[in-house]
């Protein structure tokens, strides 16, 4: 079958495995830049807190993807939140990384003058750190969203509908047309979230300098 044919009778449903994907991607990078950024801003401020939580992110990122999700069904089961939750998790070190580095590398004597300024711990995390941090944070969501595209595909295998499905259904039935619009779709969507995660992050350097 030729591509104008596959698209012709299955474009409903190829549009529907994109919006899918789209949808699964924003919950999962959403999550990861909650967690990436509440870790490193928590091993920033309590750093014995580093010993702990950056050897498990580091396991958990070496991990096969496929591995954690063959791991996660037997405690969350077929569905989206077994294929979410073990897959986020691989966004997570990015984030968190730039996360923490980016609040290290902040002049103290920015923090001190806050301080002597009268500001408040939070204050000083919103109006001071926040801002400075910023590209340094998206530079590490770039790096995070591009990959999650990417393995979001894997989902497929435990019966969530994504552009995954597609390739799969290549790959069992040797059929190439679906295998190439799936993975081409996918490679689309990645390049077209890293140009704009790339343009926000030069917009945020731009505003700090």
Request: with cysteine; charged share 10%.
């Amino acid at each position: 079958m030729s591509f104008a044919d596959y698209i012709d009778i299955f474009g409903d449903n190829i549009l529907y495995l994109l919006e899918q994907h789209v949808m699964l991607f924003a919950i999962a990078l959403t999550a990861a830049i909650a967690l990436g950024v509440t870790l490193g801003t928590l091993i920033h401020r309590i750093r014995w807190l580093g010993a702990l939580i950056v050897p498990v992110v580091n396991v958990l990122q070496a991990c096969p993807e496929i591995v954690l999700l063959a791991l996660s069904i037997p405690f969350l089961g077929i569905g989206i939140s077994g294929a979410l939750i073990p897959l986020f998790v691989k966004g997570v070190l990015p984030i968190l990384r730039n996360t923490a580095s980016g609040l290290a590398s902040i002049d103290p004597r920015m923090i001190e003058a806050a301080r002597g300024m009268g500001m408040s711990s939070s204050q000083i995390l919103l109006r001071v750190e926040a801002p400075a941090v910023l590209p340094v944070v998206i530079a590490g969501v770039r790096v995070s969203a591009v990959m999650l595209v990417s393995v979001l595909t894997l989902t497929a295998y435990i019966g969530v509908d994504s552009l995954g499905t597609l390739i799969l259904q290549g790959i069992s039935r040797m059929d190439t047309t679906p295998l190439l619009i799936g993975s081409g779709l996918t490679a689309l969507l990645a390049v077209t979230v890293n140009y704009l995660l790339f343009g926000l992050e030069r917009f945020a350097s731009r505003r700090v300098s």
